[in-house]
């Protein structure tokens, strides 16, 4: 299946403000990961690798499959 960026971007931003976190503040909880790092994957131009996406489903109480389709 392929993952649609654009759906996972709106997933993660919603994960993100329904912790209300700041871009910055999600990057350090998910890995040291930059705000410019999180602010791609919620514009649906990048995805998190493997170890962030499983931090990013925890988060949401979810499986990493629930968060990428």
Do not use: C, H
Request: net charge positive; no cysteine.
């Amino acid at each position: 299946m392929n993952i649609n960026k654009i759906e996972l971007g709106t997933r993660i931003k919603a994960i993100r403000k329904k912790q209300d976190m700041t871009l910055e503040e999600f990057g350090r909880v998910i890995g040291n990961a930059g705000k410019s790092n999180v602010s791609k994957w919620e514009k649906g131009l990048a995805i998190p690798n493997d170890e962030r996406l499983e931090i990013i489903a925890r988060l949401a109480n979810a499986s990493v499959n629930k968060l990428l389709y």
